[in-house]
């Protein structure tokens, strides 16, 4: 097989940063934050890549949608393995009302023009947690999807997938071409070898814009205010059981 | 000893690899037999009831009612004691209350923080009455401005370090141990670390402190000024005193500001002189924003990768280095890392590695280098040695050391601040074993020694090391120090049989 896969890579603040609010509650401080790429889709580019070593794919296009600094977040899919990036640039306070739907109609086009035969993402973003965009893209192609992916095999023009759901696993086949998502258990990404961080650099990036896709990213929604969490109160402690038991009695809870 | 009343029964969480194993250490009064038990008071019934009228009581514990192994055994199950009561003070007052009434009754104490240290100097070597600062925990203060946070001594480094971040400022110092050590613990025994190389050692970034004397007195050196030169600099004398010249209960702590960027790279190297030229060409072309410089051999990745399922980057090589940068500017960190990188490939310095892509790697590849001293105990008994040589002879101690011993041992390996020149050696066997032990001390004493090196660079001396001072320190020097040690404790209460080669009782 010698399929093309095209993977959707997201740039989000790093998943040990402690996000904080800004004071005019319109959004969370990104200036100055460290930033990586979505852990669920550097699973999916490990997924697209271990597909061609394993000479299932022949080619992995790594997209991403959003401000210039996309281009490391690109950067990271090449050394990891992605053959060619592809970024659509969207900035300020047009990326800050971007949604799962841009995303999705941005997907299905570049499926069309580069024939793509498998799109991976990772199932959500760990920003938004929408979980909306395999979906959808799914859905605008009218291709079959296969999400929260923990296991994916390749048999004759199809995909067999395990999937993560509520009441276990579940195992479907879907037809090339095909929407898969990529949950947490799908495989370890891999460190990118300094050799393979070196030659990202020579890949090729193709800069576009939304109006080359034809995709409107006028917002859809308006933010309306946002917030930091209710603080927790703080616990008491006691010096014995006894006292728990007292407190428990005073809260009215024994 | 029989107790006259109730008392609560609290039950101190542990470190889940002393808590399996403590039960089997060998009492070190029989380990050591030639240790002898100083003329002190044995504790009575009077003695409890006076310390239970000045705490509460869950600040009192006996071994009546208490499992005190915990506090009695070391992180390294290599050093118990026999310790029937701990005291767990919660105000400098208490302390003050505590060292008057011991010391005019001629009772011993081992004064202990975290119990991460790795020379024995954390817990009793008889029945000395164990001051854990445990309970004095807050930070009383952070001040972004000056950097400057007071903390009490019993404050856990990583407690603090998050306080400190959400003042955008961090700790001076960063070490393995930090989920469990104190920081008073680390300033007492002048501990170092990974970033040692960047910030300095704590006699740098220690403004202030305050230490309760063995009389109780309570001396305040808590001043918060960067700059002050009006007399001796007494606060020195305690940092890295190991508890013999007075208890720390109170830091005044000199922080740096919160890195904006912090990149970590991991290569892996094929000779020692490439592990030369890495280092000279970091310092050189990262400058300011280096902030540690690691090696590991292989005989150590193996055994982390293997004892603690953990995962290379690269594939086997004689030698691996982590480097750490630290800085405000994240593009102009990244440029300066990928041009140092582009010349070590391009030359063959480095054959392989990688750059940490996010917070996740980079946590990854420090276990691989922090978690190296957890492996190793998980093989037995380890023999470890943390020294001082210069740095073109970094690892050269490790291969005769290998040389020396055959197949003895299960490992020896080495790894360490080589941005320092501080070496760990380690060497691991099944059991503790004597033939294993004499083979290799005073093998590696002399050998550090003839180097003009330091047989404890950043361990401290506690009770395992004390005979071997004088490897590293003149006769005179050693004598001064015991001048000193008489002058601030002429009973001898604080910390006995720690530090000073043969017994102060003699």
């Keep these: 097989m010698s399929l093309r896969i095209l993977v959707g890579v997201k740039r989000v603040i790093d998943y040990a940063v402690k996000i904080r609010v800004k004071p005019d509650k319109s959004g969370v401080i990104t200036e100055g934050v460290k930033h990586s790429m979505n852990p669920f889709d550097e699973i999916a580019i490990e997924e697209a890549v271990r597909m061609k070593e394993k000479k299932i794919a022949k080619e992995i296009v790594a997209f991403s949608c959003g401000p210039a600094q996309c281009q490391e977040t690109l950067r990271t899919a090449l050394a990891m393995g992605a053959d060619r990036g592809i970024h659509v640039e969207v900035a300020g306070p047009q990326y800050e009302t971007l949604q799962p739907l841009h995303i999705s109609k941005m997907l299905a086009k570049l499926a069309k023009d580069e024939q793509i035969d498998i799109i991976i993402v990772g199932k959500q973003a760990i920003d938004d947690d929408c979980n909306q965009t395999a979906q959808m893209t799914a859905a605008l192609l009218d291709w079959p999807q296969a999400t929260s992916a923990s296991k994916i095999e390749a048999k004759d023009g199809s995909l067999q997938v395990v999937r993560e759901i509520d009441g276990g696993l579940e195992t479907i086949k879907v037809k090339l071409p095909t929407v898969v998502s990529a949950d947490l258990r799908l495989n370890e990404p891999r460190y990118a070898t300094l050799p393979n961080i070196m030659k990202a650099k020579k890949k090729p990036i193709k800069k576009l814009t939304p109006k080359d896709l034809g995709v409107d990213v006028s917002p859809r929604i308006q933010i309306v205010t946002v917030e930091e969490p209710p603080v927790r109160l703080a616990g008491a402690k006691v010096e014995n059981v006894d006292m728990v038991v007292e407190k428990l009695k005073a809260l009215g809870h024994a | ?506």
């Design chain 2, 1 to 506: 000893m029989s107790s006259l009343y109730k008392l609560s029964t609290t039950i101190r969480k542990l470190h889940s690899s002393a808590a399996r194993f403590t039960k089997n250490v060998e009492f070190t009064a029989v380990r050591y037999p030639y240790l002898k038990r100083g003329s002190y008071s044995f504790l009575s019934d009077r003695h409890l009831r006076f310390f239970q009228s000045i705490l509460s009581p869950h600040q009192v514990l006996t071994d009546e009612f208490n499992d005190l192994s915990g506090y009695n055994v070391d992180w390294m199950c290599s050093v118990r004691g026999s310790s029937r009561l701990v005291l767990r003070p919660k105000t400098t007052e208490e302390v003050g209350a505590i060292l008057q009434y011991c010391n005019a009754q001629n009772i011993a104490i081992c004064p202990q923080g975290g119990n991460t240290g790795l020379v024995g100097g954390s817990v009793p070597v008889f029945d000395e009455v164990i001051l854990s600062l445990g309970l004095m925990d807050a930070v009383i203060s952070v001040d972004e401005l000056s950097g400057i946070a007071i903390v009490q001594a019993g404050c856990v480094l990583e407690k603090l370090e998050t306080v400190l971040h959400l003042n955008n400022l961090t700790l001076p110092l960063d070490l393995g141990a930090k989920g469990s050590c104190q920081i008073g613990g680390n300033v007492a025994t002048n501990a170092g670390g990974i970033r040692l190389l960047r910030y300095g050692n704590l006699h740098g970034s220690v403004m202030g402190l305050t230490a309760v004397l063995a009389n109780g007195q309570i001396m305040d050196c808590l001043s918060t000024n960067k700059k002050d030169n009006t007399g001796y600099d007494l606060k020195q004398l305690f940092i890295g005193s190991e508890g013999t010249l007075g208890v720390v209960t109170q830091v005044a702590l000199h922080c740096p500001s919160k890195p904006t960027s912090v990149q970590v790279g991991f290569f892996g190297i094929n000779s020692f002189d490439n592990v030369l030229e890495t280092l000279r060409l970091s310092k050189q072309s990262l400058g300011e924003i280096l902030s540690s410089c690691e090696l590991i051999d292989q005989s150590s990745m193996e055994c982390v990768t293997s004892q603690l399922k953990l995962k290379s980057p690269v594939n086997d090589f004689p030698f691996y280095i982590l480097i750490e940068t630290s800085g405000s500017n994240a593009d102009h960190d990244a440029e300066k890392l990928n041009s140092l990188l582009e010349t070590l490939l391009k030359n063959g310095t480095i054959m392989d590695g990688t750059l940490a892509a996010d917070s996740t790697q980079a946590t990854n590849l420090w276990a691989l280098r922090e978690r190296i001293a957890e492996a190793l105990a998980s093989e037995g008994y380890v023999y470890k040695y943390d020294v001082s040589v210069p740095i073109r002879q970094f690892y050269q101690l490790v291969d005769v050391m290998r040389a020396e011993l055959g197949s003895l041992p299960i490992r020896c390996c080495g790894y360490g601040h080589l941005g320092d020149g501080n070496l760990h050696l380690n060497i691991t066997s099944q059991e503790y074993n004597t033939v294993l032990l004499n083979k290799i001390e005073p093998f590696v004493y002399n050998w550090v020694s003839r180097q003009r090196g330091s047989v404890s660079a950043e361990h401290g001396v506690g009770l395992k090391k004390r005979d071997y001072i004088e490897y590293t320190k003149s006769p005179t020097s050693v004598y001064w120090m015991r001048r000193m040690k008489k002058l601030f404790d002429p009973n001898n209460i604080l910390n006995p049989y720690k530090i000073f080669p043969g017994s102060l009782n003699d």
